[in-house]
């Protein structure tokens, strides 16, 4: 599906929703609804007209011509060299001397991506310069972002980067303060960042956050139809809706390089170590919190501890990691008319499944349920994310086993994040630090999409 074809259901979806509350609840009145139906209507409308202003944009004949994206002759309110953004607000341009990032228009990210869409692909649809950039050039443009922090650089190959990337501001901004670095790099790391993520694989959407707070709509009840016979009046059901609010939350990560390695690689070199280490550290945490967050700020709030998620009734000292419980779990969905796309568990629950085996020692296989439905375990994901050294009564070394519709699952990211260097902090070891730092948050859109197994041990 195409980004312009995420969009216009995305549109018609949200038009739905908001004629749904209209008619049902205001019987066409919107000054009849009270503040609750009030808030999500209006919600739903805003994201109806944002879908609408990127799908417009995207299908026009203009969007598709440079001259247009990229006009020199300045329009009222734009600079020259500024491109047109979706809502026809000017961006790019020259910008002051302490921005480091692209100016995206406000709403330009508001509709869940699957993870086969790319935020470097919507980035080029929406015409931002250096979107189609190598990625040698934007790791080179990183890495020089990265040195520039901590000592001057070669005038040549800090405008050879510039401008590849597309950034018309200073990148050789010298000095440990914070940078926020520019919306390609940002892109860039993000997509790392996803593609490393197990719950990404298994269908979580991300939501690329332009605000703080996003609310994304959704209906919890829906509505229920009735056979009438000729000439009889409907009686009106209404559905429940509310919204899943993301509230985006501090994530920092830190990695060290040497001092000697910082000084003497190529700026390629250094960003990918950067973009790589960063976005592997990333991952594992946002997997872990996507699955069990506590909720307890400022962690974010997982599947594992949602409400109206399934949770297998362990034992008294844990149960065994066996196709009982798996069996359990597939029943649980089933009964919620939810078809799984995965399961994650650990390494050791996945090999202790792996190593059942029957009384002649052969290899016991899945009941056929699990393998002739909609088969789960064709999807079966590991990661160190799920611990497997919890305890319960004298049961040790135990872990957890997810199964559900991950694509119920949402990951809310802003589009910026920033950068960092410390070189007194490690001085004695002759390293630098790099910190970076990105805010994220987690929702759960259909709850009873997912059930877990906690405290499974191995056999």
């Not at 066409?28 to 739903?44: K, T």
């Not at 020199?72 to 600079?79: F, K, N, R, S």
């Not at 501090?250 to 060290?256: M, V």
């Not at 599947?303 to 109206?308: C, D, F, K, P, V």
Request: glycine residues 10%; contains cysteine.
């Amino acid at each position: 599906m195409s980004t312009l074809d995420i969009l216009r259901k995305a549109q018609q979806q949200n038009e739905r929703i908001a004629a749904h509350i209209l008619d049902t609840h205001g019987h066409g009145d919107v000054n009849r609804l009270d503040a609750n139906q009030r808030e999500v209507y209006d919600e739903a409308r805003k994201q109806a007209n944002e879908a609408k202003a990127e799908a417009d944009w995207l299908d026009s004949k203009e969007a598709r011509e440079p001259d247009y994206k990229h006009d020199m002759t300045a329009l009222p309110g734009q600079q020259k060299g500024q491109g047109v953004g979706i809502d026809g607000k000017p961006f790019g341009g020259q910008r002051g001397a302490k921005s480091y990032t692209k100016g995206v228009p406000e709403g330009a990210w508001s509709q869940p991506l699957p993870p086969d869409v790319k935020v470097m692909d919507i980035l080029a649809e929406q015409g931002v310069t250096g979107a189609q950039a190598s990625d040698d050039d934007i790791c080179g443009a990183l890495g020089v972002l990265v040195k520039s922090l901590s000592f001057p650089l070669d005038r040549k190959e800090v405008e050879h980067y510039a401008r590849a990337i597309g950034e018309t501001k200073d990148m050789a901004t010298t000095g440990s303060a914070g940078a926020l670095v520019p919306t390609v790099i940002a892109g860039y790391v993000i997509d790392l960042l996803r593609n490393r993520m197990v719950t990404s694989a298994a269908g979580l959407k991300t939501v690329p956050m332009s605000n703080k707070t996003v609310n994304v709509p959704r209906i919890t009840g829906d509505v229920t139809p009735q056979w009438l016979n000729e000439g009889a009046a409907l009686t009106l059901s209404d559905a429940t809706l509310d919204s899943v609010q993301l509230v985006a939350k501090r994530l920092d990560a830190g990695t060290r390089v040497s001092m000697e390695l910082e000084e003497d690689s190529d700026p390629v070199g250094i960003g990918q170590v950067v973009a790589q280490s960063m976005a592997s550290a990333f991952a594992s945490e946002v997997d872990r919190v996507v699955l069990r967050g506590s909720g307890t700020s400022p962690e974010p709030r997982g599947i594992r501890n949602q409400s109206g998620v399934t949770l297998y009734a362990p034992g008294t000292n844990g149960d065994v990691a066996n196709w009982t419980v798996v069996l359990a779990l597939f029943k649980a969905l089933l009964g919620a008319n939810v078809e799984p796309t995965a399961t994650i568990t650990s390494p050791n629950a996945a090999v202790a499944l792996a190593s059942l085996t029957e009384t002649t020692n052969a290899y016991l296989q899945p009941p056929s349920v699990l393998t002739n439905y909609v088969n789960p375990l064709s999807l079966l994901r590991t990661t160190g994310a799920v611990p497997a050294n919890l305890t319960k009564g004298t049961g040790t070394a135990l872990t957890e086993v997810y199964m559900g519709d991950f694509r119920q699952a949402l990951l809310g990211l802003r589009t910026q994040f920033t950068l960092q260097t410390a070189r007194e902090l490690y001085r004695a070891t002759g390293q630098v630090g790099i910190f970076g730092r990105m805010r994220a948050d987690v929702g759960v859109e259909h709850p009873a999409a997912f059930a877990v197994a906690t405290f499974t041990g191995p056999v």
